[in-house]
């Protein structure tokens, strides 16, 4: 199977301070990963379209100048949410997607901003 | 505006009743579609999908999944729910293969034994 993996779980962090989100794909080569966000109780609301090598693609409302995405590897993404505030508290989850094919999704993280 | 609607939040059923979640997608254009299934504390997982063809499609696990394309629905059902169906299931649609998926609201199911 195809494993993606999200570093860190879960994380705590001050309000105003940055915090950096990795999204690994462990046992292939994704040229395009995905960021989506998911509040209590809704659904996932997608974010970013990620393509190694190139600038993100964000969705409209999502400030790209407050989560900003780099995937700097066909393995690897990652997501910052610069001066974080506690309405960025949320649960963020990656996939990656293998060639055009189908996208699988890492287990998540948990950011909590005080 | 593209969007997806899963009418039931939350299903209760015990062991071996069937299921059936409503899913209604607003799409211009050719759609793909699909379920995902949370497992408690698990990553999302593919359970079926529909590109093309047999608007009848079965996915794993027993699950299976019809497209009505004049009612914009695509609704999963399975025959008969054990306790380890206990999870949250995501309707999602796409305009082009995989790409840029749109979810529903998702319904947690319980099965009780």
């Known amino acids: 199977g195809a494993v993606v993996s999200q570093h860190p779980s879960w994380v705590i962090c001050k309000s105003g301070t940055s915090v950096k989100i990795e999204c690994r794909s462990l046992?292939?080569?994704?040229?395009?990963m995905f960021w989506y966000r998911q509040f209590p109780k809704q659904s996932l609301m997608l974010m970013a379209t990620?393509?190694?090598?190139?600038?993100?693609?964000?969705e409209q409302g999502v400030e790209k100048d407050k989560f900003l995405i780099n995937h700097a590897s066909l393995t690897l993404s990652t997501l910052t949410v610069t001066s974080a505030h506690p309405e960025d508290s949320s649960f963020y989850i990656c996939?990656?997607?293998?060639?055009?094919?189908?996208?699988?999704f890492g287990p998540g993280t948990r950011l909590t901003v005080l | 505006a593209q969007s997806v609607s899963q009418h039931n939040h939350h299903v209760i059923l015990s062991e071996a009743a069937s299921l059936e979640l409503g899913c209604n997608y607003s799409?211009?254009?050719?759609?793909?579609l699909f379920w995902y299934v949370q497992y408690p504390g698990q990553h999302l997982q593919l359970l079926l999908k529909?590109?093309?063809?047999?608007?009848l499609v079965k996915g794993i696990k027993g699950f299976e999944a019809e497209f009505i394309k004049s009612k914009f629905s695509f609704n999963l059902r399975k025959p008969s729910v054990q306790w380890s169906d206990t999870a949250e299931y995501f309707c999602?649609?796409?305009?082009?293969?995989?790409?840029?998926?749109?979810f529903g609201a998702g319904t947690r199911l319980a099965v009780h034994p």
């Open positions: 046992d292939f080569q994704a040229t395009t």
């Open positions: 990620s393509n190694e090598g190139s600038k993100a693609t964000y």
């Open positions: 799409y211009g254009g050719t759609v793909n």
């Open positions: 996939s990656a997607q293998r060639g055009a094919g189908e996208q699988f």
């Open positions: 529909y590109f093309s063809g047999d608007p």
């Open positions: 999602a649609v796409s305009g082009g293969g995989y790409n840029k998926l749109i």
